[in-house]
Structure formats: C-alpha cells, structure tokens
C-alpha cells in the first residue's frame, strides 16, 4: 500500500470549501469521485485543513492510500485529465506510511489581498477584495507584532471552529512566527500569516480586525486588547472568503 501525497492548486469559486459534504461541491469531493474511478472503491483523501466556501489555495496538500501500481507522475496525469480546470494536482509524491497530510504539518501560509483604490479589474473581482477608502497601512502594520508569538486566539476564532471528537492539547492556543504586509504596484496589497495552525475564520477575522484599524474604526492599542479579551466580540468582522489563499504548507 502506497502513500501518495498531492501538492493542490484550486479556485475556490464554484465549491463550498474542502470538506466533503453531501449536497455541494467541494474540492475534497471532487477529487476524491476521480480517485474512485481509479481505484474502482472510494478512497478517503486527507487534507491538511478544511477551508471555507470562496477561499483558494496554491499549496493545499492532501494525502491517499492506494495499491495500484501507478507512478506518481501517472496519478498527476491522470486526476488533471478528469479534473476541472479549477482544480490542478500540481505534484504527486510517495511518501512513507506515517506522512499524514494534517498532522506532519509544521506550518501553513496564508495570503490575504487587498486592492485599495478607486477601479478593481474585473479579473481580480474573484481573488482580491476591493476596498475604496483609504487605508492607513502604516497603523495596520503596527498591529503586527502583537500576532507574532504564542497567543490564545480565541477573540479570532468563529463558532465550530474545532472538531469536539479531536482532542486538541492547545486548544485555542496558536504560535504565530511571522505577519506582513507587502505593498504591490497599483494599489495592491496582500497581508501574508504563517503559524502552526489556525482557527476557523481566524485569518478572516485578523484581517477584518486590521481593517478597521486601517480605517480609523479602532485604534492600534485597541487592535491589541481584541487579543487579550479572549472573546469574538471584541475582534472586528470577518474579512471576505475569495481575498483569502493557502499559500505553502510546511512538514
């Protein structure tokens, strides 16, 4: 029995996250009814976390078993030839049998992007949110190094975040290692998160956070007490799904 791990590129758009659920697409179902033609009997595929309906990802890594005498390069192939454009294996590795997609983990990337002016393309409409006032960048960026470091999230964290039958020590404990802004040409900016795991929408809801930062909706000094309360209602809103992407994961 092999392990086969796949590096995963997808827009998020049309699907209502990774998980499988019953009456809508996602990428985990998607792929995994291709596998099963393969295989000729479904095979669970793992992923290394679940995102949201709209979110995309470049570096979504997932993992199955499989007895067939297929090279890697041939399941690469063959997924991309059933797939929808929307959904690219972009590598296909054996690994040994303990590589688990979720839990070998160390970190993940996350990119968040942001047009700040007047006309958004309407090419970018589905991977950039489109924010017309003027943000101060400079008060968001001070905000940034009270993420890095280990810190109870919990004021970024939605309702059903985690799994109660996974038994998480850390509850809702995260280590951040970095957070930046980078500015691109034309009013473009991307916010940029890697720690060794994240809450549901805790991404989502920084950004919001630092939004209203941005926008002279709450001080700098306030962004850093939404961490220290430990309650949702003390953070802003949640950002919107499709300026979000998974970027890299690392093992």
């Known amino acids: 029995m092999k392990t086969i791990r796949l590096l995963i590129a997808f827009d998020g758009t049309d699907f209502h996250g990774w998980q499988l659920q019953p009456d809508a697409p996602t990428i985990q179902g998607e792929i995994e009814k291709h596998i099963f033609t393969i295989h000729n009997r479904h095979t669970t595929l793992h992923g290394a976390g679940r995102t949201d309906a709209g979110v995309h990802a470049t570096g979504m890594v997932a993992h199955f078993h499989s007895e067939k005498n297929l090279s890697c390069s041939a399941w690469k192939q063959a997924l991309n030839s059933m797939l929808p454009a929307s959904i690219r294996i972009l590598e ?46 400079t008060a968001m960026e001070d905000c940034l190094p009270r993420l890095v470091g280990t810190h109870d999230f919990s004021s970024f964290e939605s309702a059903g975040s985690r799994d109660p039958i996974v038994r998480e020590q850390n509850g809702s404990t995260r280590t951040i290692t970095d957070a930046t802004i980078i500015h691109h040409d034309n009013n473009f900016h991307s916010f940029t998160i890697t720690g060794d795991g994240f809450l549901r929408h805790m991404v989502r ?47």
């Open 92 to 137: 296909a590795t054996e690994e040994g049998e303990t590589f688990h997609a979720r839990f070998s983990a160390k970190s993940k990337t996350y990119t968040y992007s942001i047009f700040n002016g007047e006309i958004l393309l309407p090419q970018q409409r589905l991977y950039t949110v489109h924010i017309r006032l003027p943000l101060n960048f």
């Open 205 to 251: 809801n920084i950004v919001g956070t630092l939004l209203e930062v941005g926008l002279a909706r709450r001080t700098v000094q306030s962004f850093g007490e939404a961490i220290q309360e430990k309650k949702r209602a003390a953070a802003g809103a949640t950002a919107p799904a499709h300026g979000l992407t998974l970027t890299k994961i690392r093992y």
